[in-house]
């Protein structure tokens, strides 16, 4: 329990996440290395959700409020000329103070989960229309125009610490958001994996239970909601990096129920099928894009109703359970202990 | 004096907007235990209803208190049917499928009729205190919203069917075995919420702008409103409103509007720090 062991599944993700870190700029041109960066950011943000969700057990609507907050950070920072190590540390640190006093409220207060979600939400379109009512010059930060509906254009890219204009290439921030990627999935599944991991998943399974042993939810429930905080915002900032370019859109409601839709097609529960997840609907979602076929908002809204009606479980462990039984048709059965995994074990 | 008048106005005003907008989910929310998330988009439909029948010629006053509360009502109906039933008491499904439900109507909309902002003049003209002048629609509204909170408690304490509501969310078990069908009186429950949230929708079209994304501005507010409310759904929600009314109201006076929202929902998580189960856990049992 106290040396926290990870199973060769996680390992094999994280090690296949980092291949493609290192290989993806030598065998993609340009426009598909930006593009798929761009994925991986938001892929990370992900991760956070699922953590959040899927571990910890707390439905957090807002998760778009930190995204999007860091993403705001570093465009302020770096644009400000703080470098980029101190654009990212502020990325961190803005989403970690409001998911401090909020989950205070919150988790202190014990407002029950379908009221935390509400208020999470509440908070995101707040953020949301305050960012779209600051196109007034006035509004600015560090001397930097918040430009309301306009966002902020012309942020940085990430640049390397020994010089502020020695500017990352593409291929390099490709490396970067991939490995990132690769390190908080391997980090928050060993998180899981320790003592406070696995209290975190009891307080997710029964909380008064949990309560009764000793154990405090409140302050375990505040630590990963802080924490999938700040992947959020790490995940923002790169993002932003890569498109030197932000505005309120990052808080809007499609940004908060694609993160949130990701998670379900993915499976609660799971760390990697939300990204695998994240990675195939945005290829949809681009393809749709182009193709203009319908607005997003309607095929969302559709996908999350599809997904309600048919696959309640996710896409990954829907279709593990379905090779499951196909196995076990053809005869070939497994040994038991993998029909009775739980989640838990799940990579 | 005529300022004081005048203020005062403005803040009723306010306090009757977000009781207007909050009766529908108390009912489907406080009531039925549903997390509707496309609560906003009723409104929306709703407030569509009203332009759209008005601009094609039907008297205002019938597509805002008759159309749109039906037109709503009836795709309530619809949605409960299709996709609501199969979720009841699982709260987490039913806020999903409701969020799926939201950007639906939304996309659904915006295909149909563009992503422009329509609107109507409103009626009624101004009416004169003194040195100033108030539009009297909003004496309307305020008037209004009082008759409809009023007739909504009478409908729940003092008819059989609001007895038959109450006692079915409260034991739907109970409510079958002395012959009640709890799916028809969950679905038409559903509906009157639905139909609420039209009127709502109907009411606020002559004086905000109709377009499709925005039910968003209110769900917000509705939702925090209802919770702060508490367990006595109705008064609790009516409290809430006249505490928070006035608190937007001022803070948007002397600020920007989105700062008011803002100090609204802040404020909200500070009565739910301090008092957890709502406002109306000290209240005398009342629906």
């Given at each position: 329990m106290t040396n926290p062991r990870i199973d060769i599944g996680s390992l094999a993700f994280a090690a296949l996440l980092a291949v493609v870190a290192l290989v993806g700029p030598m065998a993609l041109d340009t426009f598909h290395v930006l593009q798929l960066s761009a994925y991986a950011c938001l892929a990370l943000a992900v991760v956070g959700l699922a953590f959040v969700w899927g571990v910890l057990g707390v439905l957090s609507l807002g998760h778009a409020a930190f995204f999007g907050l860091g993403a705001y950070a570093y465009a302020i920072l770096s644009t400000a000329a703080g470098g980029s190590l101190v654009a990212l540390a502020g990325a961190i640190l803005a989403p970690l103070i409001l998911a401090l006093c909020l989950g205070y409220f919150l988790f202190y207060g014990r407002v029950g989960d379908v009221y935390l979600a509400v208020i999470t939400l509440c908070v995101t379109l707040i953020l949301f229309s305050f960012l779209n009512s600051t196109a007034d010059v006035s509004y600015a930060l560090l001397g930097v125009p918040l430009g309301g509906f306009n966002g902020i254009s012309a942020v940085p890219a990430l640049a390397w610490p020994s010089a502020a204009e020695d500017f990352l290439t593409p291929a390099t921030t490709f490396t970067l958001c991939?490995?990132?990627?690769?390190?908080?999935?391997?980090?928050?599944?060993?998180?899981?994996?320790?003592?406070?991991?696995?209290?975190?998943?009891?307080?997710?399974?029964?909380?008064?239970?949990?309560?009764?042993?000793?154990?405090?939810?409140?302050?375990?429930?505040?630590?990963?909601?802080?924490?999938?905080?700040?992947?959020?915002?790490?995940?923002?900032?790169?993002?932003?990096?890569?498109?030197?370019?932000?505005?309120?859109?990052?808080?809007?409601?499609?940004?908060?129920?694609?993160?949130?839709?990701?998670?379900?097609?993915?499976?609660?529960?799971?760390?990697?099928?939300?990204?695998?997840?994240?990675?195939?609907?945005?290829?949809?979602?681009?393809?749709?894009?182009?193709?203009?076929?319908?607005?997003?908002?309607?095929?969302?809204?559709?996908?999350?109703?599809?997904?309600?009606?048919?696959?309640?479980?996710?896409?990954?462990?829907?279709?593990?359970?379905?090779?499951?039984?196909?196995?076990?048709?053809?005869?070939?059965?497994?040994?038991?202990?993998a029909a009775g995994e739980s989640v838990e074990s799940a990579p | 004096m005529d300022q004081i008048l005048v203020s005062g106005?403005?803040?009723?005003?306010?306090?009757?907007?977000?009781?207007?907008?909050?009766?529908?989910?108390?009912?489907?929310?406080?009531?039925?235990?549903?997390?509707?998330?496309?609560?906003?988009?009723?409104?929306?439909?709703?407030?569509?209803?009203?332009?759209?029948?008005?601009?094609?010629?039907?008297?205002?006053?019938?597509?805002?208190?008759?159309?749109?509360p039906a037109f709503v009502a009836l795709v309530g109906l619809i949605c409960e049917r299709l996709l609501i039933r199969r979720y009841y008491g699982n709260l987490t499904v039913t806020m999903?499928?409701?969020?799926?439900?939201?950007?639906?109507?939304?996309?659904?909309?915006?295909?149909?009729?563009?992503?422009?902002?329509?609107?109507?003049?409103?009626?009624?003209?101004?009416?004169?205190?003194?040195?100033?002048?108030?539009?009297?629609?909003?004496?309307?509204?305020?008037?209004?919203?009082?008759?409809?909170v009023l007739a909504t408690a009478l409908f729940l304490t003092r008819t059989r069917y609001g007895l038959v509501a109450r006692g079915t969310m409260q034991n739907p078990e109970m409510a079958s075995t002395i012959g009640i069908d709890p799916k028809r009186v969950y679905a038409v429950t559903f509906g009157v919420g639905a139909a609420l949230s039209g009127l709502a929708g109907g009411l606020l079209a002559p004086i905000s702008g109709v377009l499709p994304n925005m039910g968003a501005s209110y769900v917000a507010k509705a939702f925090v409103t209802v919770i702060a409310g508490g367990s006595s759904v109705l008064f609790g929600m009516v409290g809430a409103a006249s505490l928070f009314g006035p608190i937007e109201a001022i803070v948007s006076l002397f600020t920007t509007p989105v700062i008011g929202q803002a100090s609204l929902l802040a404020a909200a998580i500070l009565l739910l720090r301090l008092m957890p189960t709502g406002l109306s856990a000290g209240f005398r049992r009342s629906p």
């Amino acid at each position: 329990m106290t040396n926290p062991r990870i199973d060769i599944g996680s390992l094999a993700f994280a090690a296949l996440l980092a291949v493609v870190a290192l290989v993806g700029p030598m065998a993609l041109d340009t426009f598909h290395v930006l593009q798929l960066s761009a994925y991986a950011c938001l892929a990370l943000a992900v991760v956070g959700l699922a953590f959040v969700w899927g571990v910890l057990g707390v439905l957090s609507l807002g998760h778009a409020a930190f995204f999007g907050l860091g993403a705001y950070a570093y465009a302020i920072l770096s644009t400000a000329a703080g470098g980029s190590l101190v654009a990212l540390a502020g990325a961190i640190l803005a989403p970690l103070i409001l998911a401090l006093c909020l989950g205070y409220f919150l988790f202190y207060g014990r407002v029950g989960d379908v009221y935390l979600a509400v208020i999470t939400l509440c908070v995101t379109l707040i953020l949301f229309s305050f960012l779209n009512s600051t196109a007034d010059v006035s509004y600015a930060l560090l001397g930097v125009p918040l430009g309301g509906f306009n966002g902020i254009s012309a942020v940085p890219a990430l640049a390397w610490p020994s010089a502020a204009e020695d500017f990352l290439t593409p291929a390099t921030t490709f490396t970067l958001c991939f490995l990132a990627l690769a390190a908080t999935y391997l980090a928050l599944q060993l998180l899981r994996r320790t003592r406070t991991g696995r209290i975190m998943a009891g307080v997710r399974e029964n909380e008064r239970r949990c309560e009764l042993l000793g154990y405090d939810p409140r302050r375990l429930k505040l630590l990963g909601f802080v924490i999938g905080a700040c992947v959020a915002g790490l995940a923002g900032a790169l993002f932003t990096a890569n498109a030197g370019y932000v505005g309120p859109t990052v808080f809007d409601l499609s940004q908060s129920s694609q993160f949130l839709l990701w998670t379900i097609a993915g499976g609660v529960g799971t760390l990697s099928g939300p990204i695998v997840a994240s990675f195939v609907l945005q290829f949809l979602a681009s393809f749709i894009g182009t193709s203009q076929v319908a607005n997003t908002s309607l095929v969302f809204g559709a996908v999350i109703i599809f997904f309600v009606y048919a696959l309640p479980n996710g896409l990954i462990p829907s279709l593990q359970a379905l090779l499951r039984t196909r196995f076990r048709l053809a005869g070939r059965q497994e040994p038991a202990r993998a029909a009775g995994e739980s989640v838990e074990s799940a990579p | 004096m005529d300022q004081i008048l005048v203020s005062g106005i403005a803040i009723a005003t306010s306090i009757a907007i977000l009781v207007l907008i909050s009766l529908g989910l108390a009912v489907i929310f406080g009531m039925m235990r549903i997390i509707n998330f496309a609560h906003g988009e009723f409104i929306m439909l709703g407030a569509y209803a009203t332009v759209l029948s008005a601009n094609a010629g039907v008297n205002l006053w019938v597509a805002m208190l008759v159309i749109s509360p039906a037109f709503v009502a009836l795709v309530g109906l619809i949605c409960e049917r299709l996709l609501i039933r199969r979720y009841y008491g699982n709260l987490t499904v039913t806020m999903l499928a409701t969020w799926g439900l939201s950007l639906l109507l939304i996309g659904a909309v915006t295909a149909l009729l563009g992503n422009t902002t329509r609107g109507i003049a409103a009626p009624l003209g101004n009416v004169a205190f003194g040195d100033y002048s108030v539009s009297t629609y909003q004496l309307f509204l305020i008037a209004f919203a009082a008759l409809l909170v009023l007739a909504t408690a009478l409908f729940l304490t003092r008819t059989r069917y609001g007895l038959v509501a109450r006692g079915t969310m409260q034991n739907p078990e109970m409510a079958s075995t002395i012959g009640i069908d709890p799916k028809r009186v969950y679905a038409v429950t559903f509906g009157v919420g639905a139909a609420l949230s039209g009127l709502a929708g109907g009411l606020l079209a002559p004086i905000s702008g109709v377009l499709p994304n925005m039910g968003a501005s209110y769900v917000a507010k509705a939702f925090v409103t209802v919770i702060a409310g508490g367990s006595s759904v109705l008064f609790g929600m009516v409290g809430a409103a006249s505490l928070f009314g006035p608190i937007e109201a001022i803070v948007s006076l002397f600020t920007t509007p989105v700062i008011g929202q803002a100090s609204l929902l802040a404020a909200a998580i500070l009565l739910l720090r301090l008092m957890p189960t709502g406002l109306s856990a000290g209240f005398r049992r009342s629906p």
